[in-house]
């Protein structure tokens, strides 16, 4: 019983917080949210900080105003569960097989289109998603784009030249972020500033990668990388736990 308790307030204080991060994200203020409810503002707040439980049709009134589908709120869950839960005591079992889950931050198309295609050619199985500046990386990995069901990644390759927020401001507001600082980040740039390249790695780059001209060299080295990530180390999102 206690058990099934704690679930339950978990999941309400991941509800509550999605809920204000959509809130926040489409500018409206407790109180018209309040008002389009018929509720008080401080009820909303409640909801908003897990003090009091959200019915499924106020859900499915809330999503009706936000513009989401009520499973909006739930998306998640089970990661964020995951991360609430595990301790370093926890015994896990490696798991080699399960598709790599790629983020590809990348604005030249070219190197975008040859990317796409050496992950396409590797002998890992790639779940690739591709997205454009820094901002929408930040959004994204926050869970505020409502537009992809795309799974947390298990890496980042991250282009240094992207708007917006370019590639090291992003590195450093991954690094500080205690929910996102595990993913492993990977640089990738056509050419190598040292100044840039120590930088990175003091803001905790896994890597740091110089894109070849030569396509055959870059698949080679596309696949060595996915090889690594995917079947050489244990990443948290590729891991189970003995009693799963």
């Known amino acids: 019983m206690n058990k099934h308790c704690d679930e339950q307030k978990e999941l309400d204080i991941y509800i509550g917080k999605r809920l204000r991060f959509i809130r926040q994200k489409l500018g409206l203020t407790l109180l018209e949210v309040a ?22 049709t106020t859900l499915h ?26 301790t370093t005591s926890d015994t896990v079992i490696p798991d080699y097989e ?7 931050v990348e604005n030249d198309v070219a190197d975008e289109f040859l990317t796409r295609r050496a ?17 929408a990386v930040i959004d994204f990995l926050r869970n505020r784009l409502v537009s992809t069901n795309f799974p947390r990644p298990d890496i980042i ?28 980040v990977i640089i ?11 930088s990175c790695y003091k803001a905790y780059a ?7 001209y030569d396509y055959d060299v ?8 996915a090889n690594y990530w995917a079947k050489s180390v244990v990443l948290p999102n590729r891991s189970h736990g003995l009693a799963d």
């Open 35 to 56: 008002k389009k409810l018929g509720i008080s503002l401080q009820q909303v707040q409640k909801y908003e900080q897990a003090q009091s439980r959200i019915s499924a």
């Open 61 to 86: 009134q809330l999503g009706e105003i936000m513009g989401v589908e009520s499973k909006f709120f739930f998306q998640g869950f089970l990661t964020f569960k995951k991360k609430l839960n595990f």
């Open 98 to 104: 399960s598709v790599l889950n790629v983020l590809l």
């Open 119 to 135: 992950l396409s050619e590797c002998s890992v199985n790639v779940n690739l998603f591709v997205l454009h500046d820094g901002e």
């Open 157 to 184: 390759l991250l282009d240094l030249s992207i708007p917006k927020r370019d590639g090291e401001n992003v590195l450093r507001e991954i690094k500080r972020d205690k929910t996102l600082s595990d993913i492993p």
């Open 188 to 198: 990738m740039t056509n050419k190598i500033n040292f100044q840039d390249m120590v």
């Open 206 to 212: 896994s890597g740091y990668i110089c894109k070849p």
């Open 218 to 225: 870059f698949l080679n080295l596309l696949n060595t990388l």
